[in-house]
């Protein structure tokens, strides 16, 4: 009797770590999902003939890194984006700086799970941001930029909003 593929996963699952939930199907969706998003990318880029730069720019390598660490932290830890993470997360605890710590739901749903690692971790997220804004460089370069600027500037008056704070509060302890 041949096994099913759920029934082989659970077992694979089990003997990968047998003492802890580890949500392996939703991995394998996420990494499915990202090789869709890279493949439409592509695709569209081969459709509308717009090829990919030889060598990017210094300046929009510069401008998309920060536009994708802003971008990560705002979909994984901001307080505003916290509805769309709801589904998958529930909520623990203020982090400082209108960002939340949250716990990823585990309903017996390996799926649930999995996006719910990924979109509480800016670091997960940024793979998938990058890959988003470089694919927009090539489909839409000017768009993409203007939005990348935006999310740049905003880190960065993030970065020197903490600097004066820091800098008021130690020029209260003097």
Aim: hydrophobic residues 45%.
């Amino acid at each position: 009797m041949t096994e099913t593929l759920r029934a082989r996963l659970a077992r694979v699952g089990q003997s990968y770590a047998p003492h802890e939930h580890r949500p392996l199907a939703g991995y394998l969706a996420a990494m499915g999902a990202f090789g869709a998003l890279a493949g439409s990318l592509a695709a569209a880029a081969k459709v509308t003939g717009k090829p990919a730069p030889e060598r990017p720019s210094l300046g929009d390598v510069a401008l998309i890194s920060i536009a994708t660490h802003k971008l990560s932290r705002l979909i994984a830890k901001d307080s505003v984006t916290s509805p769309l993470r709801a589904p998958f997360t529930r909520y623990s605890e203020p982090a400082g700086a209108a960002e939340l710590n949250e716990e990823v739901r585990d309903n017996h749903s390996s799926l649930r799970h999995g996006i719910g690692e990924l979109i509480t971790c800016p670091f997960c997220l940024a793979v998938w941001v990058a890959t988003g804004l470089t694919g927009g460089l090539v489909l839409a370069p000017r768009l993409t930029r203007l939005a990348a600027t935006t999310l740049t500037a905003t880190a960065v008056s993030d970065f020197l909003q903490m600097a004066y704070d820091m800098a008021k509060h130690a020029a209260e302890e003097d």
